[in-house]
């Protein structure tokens, strides 16, 4: 609310003095107690809107919180795919002959491994356990059944691994 000065008359929504002619407002109540009205919306007012900040800005950081920490994956459990869509042979293929490109792909007593290149290896628990899971279904959708599949760090250390009865489980 705009107080208006009893000097130049003009308004300003400075509670203490006007912002034209550094005129000081009267801090005593008139009779009708009117002068202090504007005063006391205005701090209510400043109040509410600080509070309303602080809200919000709790949410957002809450959110913030929820949305970009990593999922808790435990090592050596089964979780469903975490990408659930459909997946027709013609991607599976393609899903398969891009990571076969990148990575060296060998099979050694009937168990595949897939050495994951450091360019294409996912960061994040979940993203690294998603890779194994789209790697697997493809596998298993070209190859028409499913097959024991070791899956390697750049480094050469297993991440993870397609087990034919359990699934795919993160090994670390």
Known sequence: MA???PKCGKESNNLRVC???QTPYPTETSSSGLAAAPRIAMARRSRAKRWGVIGLLAAFTTGYYFMTRDR????GVAIPNLIAGPMTPLAATGILKTVNDAAPVELRDGELTVRVAAATFPE???GQ???A???ARADEIVQGRKRAI???DPAGNRFARADPQKGVVMTR
């Open 3 to 5: 107080m208006r000065c």
């Open 19 to 21: 912002a034209f002619c």
């Open 72 to 75: 808790a994956i435990p090592v």
């Open 124 to 126: 994040r628990r979940d």
């Open 129 to 131: 356990l998603a890779f």
């Open 133 to 135: 899971q789209q790697y």
């Open 150 to 152: 070791s899956f390697l």
